[in-house]
């Protein structure tokens, strides 16, 4: 056995022999350490330091340059100690305090909700059902959105249609990777399924525990639950196994514009007459959040218009109306939007840049979340940064560096950090910029239209919330163009399931208006190829 002290958070842990620093903490500590690719040591995200270097041999990576090697670098997932030593986490990890699953979240910060409004509410008729079933006066219910990151509960009071409160929070799936296929991988085993289930069932119900609270409302209260989600989330959260999502012909085994008892098939500790509505699911790949989501693009079922709807997230979904024609696609855009996979990336959190814009004297000034020391850069600060790349042209349309020392390219910000993009960050930014935007002309050409012929143009989700419309034209996110069409509509996912909670005729209208949707698979497009490839290049 061998003994490891473990900074900041002071608890020493006892690992087995041969066992890695991951897999060690998370047994005998309570350490989640994320691992975007699955611990199969590729991303390079599951640093830490060894305080004696020579302890812990070194985990070799392209992202673990000799110097930190040197001075103690190491990857917990491949790294086993020789002997007893200290280590010290860097800010990427999960630590359950005790055994009530009270986690304390170092790399997320917990939050409010700041999009959703009121809503007009139709109790009147639903009122008393809720009385004559439950015996409450005073109903709530509970919207959920399920993000392959993120996790937000949001309570509502039925009576007034008024948010009363909200919270956030990292899903703790990240421990098991960042994408929905490894976790599909992960729950393929009925251990794996469990155990990645209960992550996220906890989760939500510490969620659920933390709104009442602080409303001073009453789990008893609680009579209607809504969940907008990607069908991974979904079927992984019902304990329902998601393999068949991850090959052809992409079966999906949740129902969607459907009731489910909540406490029966979603865990959640609340009483258990309580029903789950789950919006329509597209596809296997076009889930509960998206049909949720349209709500909050009311001109989407317009059949006057033409409206694109875009979802930017790890998974990139896009729904297109035409006049009354409606399609949807999905893309896998990758984290690295959301800052994974990226040298100094990191999500939108204290320390990280998240806006670059010119200064009259031409320079770049970085917008720092917290207005605090540089840490990183996230994803909506990354568009704008190669953005203002482009235009002073020290990148070109082939996203090359001008001038580049060992492939990098530093902005000194004096005494608050410094901001790089390495030559490899660019690729990877346009790796997934390139799925979007071939997801959008395809699907425009199967709706046998032009980006001209838009009327607007939705961007939804969390990330795709901050982003400037400019800066998405500029590195060709959306088509030449198009920046004046762009509009926001935030964390689209919760705010529908809200919609759903306190309107019931907003289900079977979305039931009604979805039915007929038409799925794009990307890949069997002949023209698919070509597009990803012309789309790797910046619009100049």
């Known amino acids: 056995m061998t003994n490891i002290f473990v900074e900041p958070i002071n608890i020493k842990v006892e690992l087995h022999p041969k066992e890695t620093i991951k897999d060690g903490l998370k047994r005998a500590g309570g350490v989640e350490i994320e691992t975007p690719c699955g611990g199969n040591g590729i991303c390079g995200k599951c640093r830490f330091w060894a305080k004696e270097p020579n302890k812990i041999l070194e985990t070799p990576h392209e992202n673990i340059t000799p110097k930190d090697a040197l001075n103690g670098l190491r990857l917990a997932c491949m790294a086993t100690p020789i002997s007893d030593t200290t280590i010290r986490l860097e800010p990427n990890y999960k630590y359950t305090i005790d055994s009530t699953h009270q986690n304390h979240t170092q790399n997320y910060d917990n939050g409010q909700i700041l999009s959703v409004g009121d809503f007009s509410s139709k109790f009147e008729a639903i009122g008393e059902k809720w009385f004559d079933q439950f015996g409450v006066k005073n109903p709530k219910g509970i919207a959920v959105d399920i993000g392959t990151t993120t996790v937000v509960v949001a309570l509502v009071c039925l009576k007034e ?10 899903n703790p799936q990240v421990v098991h990777g960042h994408d929905v296929l490894s976790r599909i991988g992960y729950a393929s085993t009925s251990k794996g399924l469990d155990e990645i289930a209960t992550l996220i069932r906890d989760r939500i119900n510490e969620l659920i525990d933390e709104v009442c609270k602080k409303s001073g409302s009453k789990i008893e209260e609680i009579v209607d639950i809504t969940i907008g989600a990607n069908t991974t989330m979904l079927e992984i959260t019902a304990k329902i196994d998601p393999s068949p999502l991850g090959h052809l012909p992409f079966k999906v085994d949740i129902l969607g514009g459907t009731n489910f008892l909540a ?6 500790n609340v009483n258990s007459q309580v029903k789950v509505y789950i919006p329509p699911v597209m596809h296997a790949f076009v889930g509960s ?5 349209l709500l909050c693009a009311p001109d989407f079922f317009d059949n006057s218009k033409s409206i694109l709807y875009l979802d930017m997230g790890t998974n990139g979904e896009i729904c ?3 006049k009354g024609r409606r399609f949807t696609t999905s893309t896998a855009a990758g984290p690295a939007f959301e800052g994974m996979g990226i040298s100094i990336g990191m999500r939108a959190t204290g320390g990280a840049v998240e806006r670059v814009e010119f200064g009259q004297a031409g320079n770049l000034i970085f917008h720092v979340i917290g207005g605090q020391k540089i840490e990183g ?6 568009v704008d940064f190669i953005a203002a790349l482009l235009e002073t042209k020290e990148l070109d349309s082939l996203g090359k560096f001008k001038n580049k020392v060992l492939g990098e390219l530093k902005v000194l910000v004096g005494e608050a950090g410094e901001v790089y993009l390495t030559q490899k960050d660019i690729r990877q930014i346009q790796l997934a910029k390139s799925a979007v935007r071939t997801g959008i002309d395809l699907i425009l050409k199967k709706g046998e239209i032009s980006c001209n012929d838009l009327d607007k143009i939705y961007i939804a989700g969390g990330f795709g919330n901050f982003l400037n419309p400019i800066s998405m034209e500029r590195t060709g996110i959306v088509p030449k163009g198009s920046s004046d069409k762009v509009m926001f509509c935030g964390n689209a996912s919760i705010d529908g399931s809200i919609m759903l909670l306190i309107d019931h005729t907003k289900r079977s209208f979305l039931e009604e208006a979805l039915y007929d949707m038409e799925h794009l698979q990307l890949a069997d497009d002949p023209q698919f190829m070509d597009n990803f490839v012309k789309n790797l290049n910046f619009n100049l």
């Open 161 to 170: 249609g008024k948010l009363l409160e909200s919270a956030l929070s990292l």
């Open 263 to 268: 406490k029966e098939q979603f865990g959640f």
């Open 289 to 293: 959040d998206i049909s949720a989501g």
């Open 320 to 322: 297109l109306n035409v």
């Open 377 to 382: 850069i996230c994803g909506s600060g990354i």
